[in-house]
T-cell receptor, first 113, second 113 residues
Framework: DQQVKQNSPSLSVQEGRISILNCDYTNSMFDYFLWYKKYPAEGPTFLIS?????DKNEDGRFTVFLNKSAKHLSLHIVPSQPGDSAVYFC????????????FGKGTLLTVNP | NAGVTQTPKFRVLKTGQSMTLLCAQD?????MYWYRQDPGMGLRLIHY???????AKGEVPDGYNVSRLKKQNFLLGLESAAPSQTSVYFC????????????FGQGTRLTVV
């Protein structure tokens, strides 16, 4: 039972355009959502997060949108740069001190020059 | 500031052999985790610890044991390696639980033949 789903294994965009990565979840108790970025042969690194009490969080070129009624979140990257090419993981947590992060399978983003 | 360091980076084991993966963090984090990543899969939690001297099972704990004798170290043991344990293993740490940013090590690529 996959509680966090990233239905697009890969996405290709042109440099300068917008990249939109999508994530769906099934557990309505999830309280906190995070995006991690992973380059080959490296560990994941935290990118941006959002609490369930918000519907948008922005950090520079990265914006995460949360639609709780649809159990859907998306990561927007504007403008996309070749250095953004990586695997992006969506993760969800029950919040607070709960230990568990539930990860999606990841989406490989390729930004073409 | 080293962050999270994993040792070794690569290892090849024969079926039935044992080994220990070492994770060290220098951020004074309470929570530590061991994940595995397999092709087409997200990150799956093996075991975790919420503080020195504590350990608990994650999603896929079978065939693994862990110990956290010191706050900064989290060891993952394979008692009798199997080909199904061929994977990339990531250690992570966080100040609190899932609602806070987790810092990952660079990964250990393990092949069991």
């Amino acid at each position: 039972d996959q509680q966090v789903k990233q239905n697009s294994p890969s996405l290709s965009v042109q440099e300068g355009r917008i990249s939109i990565l999508n994530c769906d979840y099934t557990n309505s108790m999830f309280d906190y959502f995070l995006w991690y970025k992973k380059y080959p042969a490296e560990g994941p690194t935290f990118l941006i997060s959002i609490s369930s009490i918000k519907d948008k969080n922005e950090d520079g070129r990265f914006t995460v949108f949360l639609n709780k009624s649809a159990k859907h979140l998306s990561l927007h990257i504007v403008p996309s740069q070749p250095g953004d090419s990586a695997v992006y993981f969506c993760a969800a947590s029950l919040g607070g001190s709960n230990y568990k992060l539930t990860f999606g399978k990841g989406t490989l983003l390729t930004v073409n020059p | 500031n080293a962050g999270v360091t994993q040792t070794p980076k690569f290892r090849v084991l024969k079926t039935g052999q044992s080994m220990t993966l070492l994770c060290a963090q220098d951020m004074n984090h309470e929570y530590m985790y061991w994940y595995r990543q397999d092709p087409g899969m997200g990150l799956r939690l093996i075991h975790y610890s919420v503080g020195e001297g504590t350990t608990a099972k994650g999603e896929v704990p079978d065939g693994y044991n862990v110990s956290r004798l010191k706050k900064q170290n989290f060891l993952l043991g394979l008692e009798s390696a199997a080909p199904s344990q061929t994977s990339v293993y990531f250690c992570a740490s966080s100040y609190r639980g899932g609602a806070t940013e987790a810092f990952f090590g660079q990964g250990t690529r393990l092949t069991v033949v």
